[in-house]
């Protein structure tokens, strides 16, 4: 069983900047190498919307149109680690930030949250105007 935990969110002003974190459980490092990691977020009374996603081996990304340019994802294999580094935000970008992962899942397909077998429990990002 893969267990992500999230941290990193916060409260902060439009146009300041957040890194979230993505970290798998030791035991479960084995089963998110080479894996396609993810972020999404879901606001109150919305739906969960892609925000980011990164390969395994190859390391290629996609962002959703809203982040693009502002949004930066990476990982650390060695740590167990996903970051997503969110910079120029703004108020829309307040949400509950979760982590997923997937093996087996093309980059191309990585948008979809129902695609996705593992999730975190959230982390809270808020920016206030």
């Known amino acids: 069983q893969v267990q992500l935990v999230e941290s990193g969110g916060g409260l902060v002003q439009a146009g300041g900047s957040l890194r979230l974190s993505c970290e798998a459980s030791?035991?479960?490092?084995?089963?998110?190498?080479?894996?396609?990691m993810a972020w999404f977020r879901q606001a109150p009374g919305k739906e969960r919307d892609f925000v980011a996603a990164?390969?395994?081996?190859?390391?290629?990304?996609k962002y959703a149109d809203p982040v693009k340019g502002r949004f930066t994802i990476s990982r650390v294999d060695a740590s167990n680690t996903v970051y997503l580094q969110m910079n120029s935000l703004k108020p829309e970008d307040t949400a509950v930030y979760y982590c997923?992962?997937?093996?087996?899942?093309?980059?191309?397909?990585?948008?979809?949250?129902?695609?996705?077998?593992?999730w975190g429990q959230g982390t809270q990002v808020t920016v206030s105007s």
């Open positions: 997923a992962a997937r093996r087996g899942l093309s980059i191309f397909s990585a948008d979809a949250p129902n695609l996705f077998d593992f």
């Open positions: 030791e035991r479960t490092f084995s089963g998110v190498k080479g894996a396609v």
């Open positions: 990164i390969a395994g081996f190859s390391g290629s990304t």
